[in-house]
């Protein structure tokens, strides 16, 4: 039995995928608006793009050098600054552009392999609303999601290049390897997705694929062409060696060797995630964080309802658009195995380069933006009969936009949260500079806790403010942490440094050499009539307020430049909206108790105010990823907000492991500067802290070694912390 294919496309198939696509990453950015920012290395692309020029392809002689594996890895960070030297409204526009090509070119894959226009859409909503990969949308991912989009559209296109003749056949010839090696080039996990046309042919038709690449040879050669290029060049840069790339996985060999020796981890890591751990996440946050659920429920279903409107409008026919010549071919009851098939297969494909570095395995931060597209394919195929039954496609529909939207709307939250804290930070900072820094040198006496960790700007501090002032800072700002004396620089092994002050100096010193490690550094030192000294006392300041008083003064051109970024980076939000859907986290928000885990979802983890811990560490295990820190130095706290109750308190710290034996029974606990009896039970610190120690506002509480050597180590592992009030 045979159909002929080909002959009748969906009416108005593609005018109503961009309608959705549209509509998919409207209901994911209309609650936050523009308002996130730059986060990480985002602050230190524009430090350069401000202060030394802007450069769209990275080489040897760029500031970025050590990514010119990935010479179009800034592209996109650099239109976008050419666009908007001054704010990130341009950035998100971008970041929106990227989306909407890739879910469209999901959708039109997806219209292709199962002829079904409501599952098209569904797969196109998917390259947005998967729930898998942490890093969606901040700016630090901005070239993966480019990258991803283009290498999907040239998919997209391969099809569509077998069907044409002459020039536009040509034409598409050599536009396929133009967007392969653009993709590859900005980022190179693109390069193992290089079989995604030969599996969507084999999904499409079987084991006739081969007769049909046998036509368009032309075609597989300028795909193939494209990837070949991108190969050549990476190896010849790899080779080279000083890459970031060196730096993580270490050589080729190493390399190679590693991901070999940690292949199993593609299925015990990146199918459970990929396959069924996100959705899990997902279910978990709109039980326990989503605290307005009104927004999500209207927003799903708007989704469902314009599927099922165009199930409606393409009378749920199974029909493939023109792509081709009509042929004859079987019906085929076994596409939705292929499918599956090819969608395990992409998965592997696009989380096998992360297996050579073990950071990445322990991370959901970018290590599974391609394997989605794999993993999403898998749930197509699953779909396939489902959607021939409406009442049961509907449910599913609700239920994985909904679940989808959750994830993604939880994450964008977050990055936003993220956003609005490093916005106060700067703000707190820029309140004491001025619209002039001058020429000396900063330091900042840091009395908050603030600024420390990577994503509260312990390293990219200086980098933010070069940003916002259009000069470098390196070597002419530093932070020191009150009262203890910290230095947030840290070591290769993750270990602040010391700062104090002398007679006429102030003196910065890194950690010192531990017996095993040898390590050591020369200490940096400002003059004191040479230094601007500040003390950050607090966080935020009213930027409208001195922005006016700025403008009343007589400034020169420098400084209103200065005073115009000031403005649009750190002034108030326009955006009026606030569907309260998750709890807000700083700003506003104090209970009468303090609880920290260090981060509830794997690798959406908050800032911590203090000083004295490691990097938050994850732990990969299905279904429950713990999030711990350790206790660096002899010495480690926290700053928070608090409203005491009216009773005393209880303080508990789970802190399974120790850097050494008997630390853990060593350690004391200082509250507001006091110290408070501890004892240990178990893997338990507890304390009893009495009503009068706690301030109705800031406090800090402190983890001491009491065997405390003046070489800095790994103290005592934590897990989390509480501080209750003892009615409870």
């Not at 350790?630 to 850097?659: C, H, K, M, N």
Request: charged letters at 15%; hydrophobic letters at 50%; a neutral charge.
């Amino acid at each position: 039995m045979t159909k002929r294919e080909g002959s009748t496309p969906i009416p108005g198939a593609a005018a109503m995928i961009a309608v959705f696509m549209a509509v998919v990453l409207l209901v994911v950015w209309f609650p936050f608006g523009f308002r996130m920012s730059a986060l990480i290395e985002a602050w230190q692309v524009l430090t350069y793009f401000a202060s030394s020029g802007v450069w769209y392809i990275t080489d040897a002689a760029t500031p970025l050098a050590h990514h010119r594996m990935r010479p179009l890895t800034v592209f996109p960070h650099a239109l976008a600054f050419t666009l908007e030297p001054d704010g990130f409204s341009a950035w998100h526009g971008l970041m929106i552009a990227s989306l909407f090509v890739k879910c469209s070119a999901l959708a039109a894959i997806g219209l292709r392999l199962t002829r079904s226009l409501p599952l098209a859409l569904w797969f196109g909503a998917m390259g947005v609303l998967y729930p898998a990969d942490t890093l969606q949308y901040p700016f630090r991912s901005f070239h993966i999601e480019m990258s991803l989009a283009l290498l999907l559209l040239a998919g997209a296109l391969f099809p569509v290049a077998e069907g044409r003749k002459g020039l536009s056949r040509l034409g598409l010839c050599l536009l396929l390897p133009v967007l392969v090696v653009t993709s590859g080039l900005m980022y190179e996990t693109a390069l193992f997705l290089a079989p995604l046309p030969f599996c969507l042919a084999f999904a499409e038709d079987g084991w006739h694929v081969i007769r049909r690449l046998r036509g368009g040879l032309d075609i597989a050669l300028a795909w193939v062409t494209g990837f070949a290029l991108c190969a050549l060049y990476i190896a010849s840069v790899l080779l080279d060696g000083g890459t970031y790339q060196n730096a993580v996985i270490g050589t080729p060999g190493s390399a190679a060797q590693g991901m070999i020796e940690r292949l199993p981890l593609i299925f015990s890591v990146g199918f459970v995630r990929a396959l069924f751990e996100g959705w899990w996440d997902a279910g978990s946050m709109a039980v326990e964080a989503l605290r307005n659920p009104l927004y999500p429920l209207i927003a799903t279903a708007l989704l469902c309802a314009l599927v099922l409107l165009c199930f409606r409008l393409s009378s749920g026919a199974f029909r493939a658009p023109i792509t081709g010549p009509a042929r004859e071919v079987p019906v085929d009851r076994f596409r939705a195995l292929r499918i599956a098939l090819i969608g395990f297969v992409l998965l592997a494909c696009g989380y096998l380069p992360y297996i050579a570095s073990p950071f990445h395995v322990a991370t959901a931060q970018r290590t599974f933006i391609f394997a989605s597209i794999g993993a999403a394919l898998v749930w197509l195929a699953v779909l396939m009969p489902v959607a021939r039954f409406r009442p049961a496609l509907t449910v599913v529909l609700a239920a994985s936009f909904g679940a989808g939207l959750v994830f993604q709307l939880f994450q964008f939250h977050h990055y936003t949260q993220l956003a609005e804290y490093q916005r106060r930070v700067l703000a707190a900072a820029v309140a004491k500079i001025g619209p002039e820094p001058s020429e000396k040198s900063i330091l900042f006496l840091d009395q908050t806790g603030a600024v420390n960790g990577i994503w509260g700007l312990g390293g990219q501090f200086l980098y933010a403010l070069s940003y916002i002032y259009g000069r470098n800072f390196e070597g002419r700002l530093d932070v020191c942490y009150e009262p203890e004396h910290a230095w947030p620089a840290l070591d290769p092994y993750n270990r602040p440094g010391t700062c104090w002050e002398s007679a006429n100096a102030y003196v910065f010193r890194p950690s010192l050499p531990s017996e095993r490690d040898g390590l050591t550094g020369w200490p940096r030192v400002h003059m004191k009539d040479e230094t601007r000294v500040l003390t950050l006392n607090q966080l935020g300041a009213d930027i409208p307020a001195l922005i006016r008083q700025w403008r009343s003064e007589s400034l020169s051109p420098e400084e209103a430049a200065t005073v115009d970024r000031i403005d649009a980076v750190l002034g108030p939000s326009a955006w009026p909206l606030d569907f309260g859907m998750f709890p807000r986290i700083g700003e506003g928000e104090r209970s009468d108790r303090f609880r920290w885990d260090f981060g509830a979802w794997w690798d959406l983890e908050w800032p911590v105010r203090g000083f004295g811990w490691l990097p938050v560490e994850w732990t990969a295990t299905p279904f429950a990823h713990r999030s711990t820190s350790w206790q660096t130095g002899y010495r480690a706290g926290f700053v928070f907000d608090l409203s005491p109750a009216e009773t005393d308190y209880r303080l508990t710290a789970e802190i399974p492991g120790e850097g050494g034996p008997g630390v853990r029974d060593r350690l004391g606990v200082e509250v507001n500067g006091t110290r408070v009896p501890a004892q240990f039970g178990g893997t338990q610190l507890h304390a009893d802290v009495p009503r009068t120690l706690l301030r109705d506002g800031e406090n800090s509480l402190v983890f001491i070694d009491e065997a405390a050597s003046p070489q800095p180590s790994y103290k005592a592992y934590f897990d989390w912390i509480e501080l209750v009030p003892q009615s409870h």
